[in-house]
């Protein structure tokens, strides 16, 4: 089977994941007995009452899980995943740091950073690094919640779990590391130079669309629309550009028709022409 060049990247990119990842588990966390939740929670809280290394409880529940997962739903176990699951309970019994801080809140904070820069590069490369999402699927099934609302839940028992087994200012500091987490995969899966979608209501729907096309280099999708008080037809433009060109459309948009209607909404990942390329085998 030829392997592509894409292929070694994103081998590279969870290698080098799960190796921060691992920094952050044994840099900041374990030494503060703090967590972002998940499997590692566990094992944090399992090395302080019972002396048991974290990178075997790793081991112990991730593969396990991931067999069950095999046998609930079928399927083949990516190899992405297995290479995740592996590379983290090997990165975190290789990789032993001098805690980086004994300040609670810079644990939390960087050890948060480094946990979801590193998992957010693993996920970037479509692997994971298995965990409680397999748990979260089985509860998602019996019960009559998401996958999402399953995976809070147990993340709040892992941290309540630290309030109980350490104290509840660290479940506390788990909550605020849970969230630095969440949003540094955010950052890293969806960069940082989010653009902006501007929905353009005009009677001058021409003119509009020709000026963004021929001065700004955008597409222009046009889409029929009817007010809902009046009844009348109108006309809607859709166009998506980069957070530096905001203003010259407004102002174009506003020097063809002063009475236009416009929204501008947040985006945070553009594929195709004129932003990222998509995501195909080289």
């Known amino acids: 089977m030829k392997i592509t060049r894409r292929q070694v990247i994103e081998y590279l990119q969870i290698t080098v994941g799960t190796a921060i990842t691992a920094s952050g588990i044994n840099g900041f966390y374990a030494p503060n007995h703090i967590a972002d939740g998940g499997v590692s929670g566990i094992g944090i809280i399992l090395q302080y009452l019972l002396h048991v290394p974290i990178w075997l409880t790793l081991a112990v529940i991730n593969l396990p899980l991931l067999w069950l997962s095999h ?141 963004i096309m021929l001065e700004i280099g955008r597409g222009v999708t046009r889409m029929g629309g009817r007010g809902a008080y009046t009844g009348e037809a109108r006309s809607m433009l859709y166009v998506v550009v980069l957070r530096s060109e905001v203003t010259r459309v407004k102002s174009l948009v506003y020097e063809v028709d002063p009475d236009a209607f416009v929204v501008v909404a947040n985006v945070h990942e553009v594929i195709g022409e004129g932003f990222r390329s998509p995501p195909v085998e080289e």
Not at 95 to 110: G, R, T
């Open 71 to 211: 046998r609930l739903w079928g399927g083949r176990v990516g190899v992405r995943t297995l290479v995740g699951t592996v590379l983290l309970s090997v990165w975190v019994g290789v990789l032993h740091w001098h805690p980086f801080s004994h300040n609670v809140l810079l644990a939390a904070i960087y050890g948060g950073m480094l946990s979801g820069v590193g998992l957010g590069l693993v996920f970037r490369a479509r692997g994971t690094t298995g965990g409680t999402d397999v748990v979260a699927r089985f509860f998602s099934h019996i019960f009559p919640i998401s996958m999402g609302q399953a995976m809070m839940v147990i993340d709040f028992f892992v941290i309540a779990g630290f309030g109980v087994t350490f104290d509840p200012t660290k479940a506390m500091y788990s909550l605020i590391a849970l969230f630095i987490s969440s949003r540094a995969i955010d950052v890293v899966q969806e960069g940082t130079d989010f653009a902006r979608a501007f929905t353009i209501i005009t009677a001058h729907p021409n003119d509009v669309a020709s000026r």
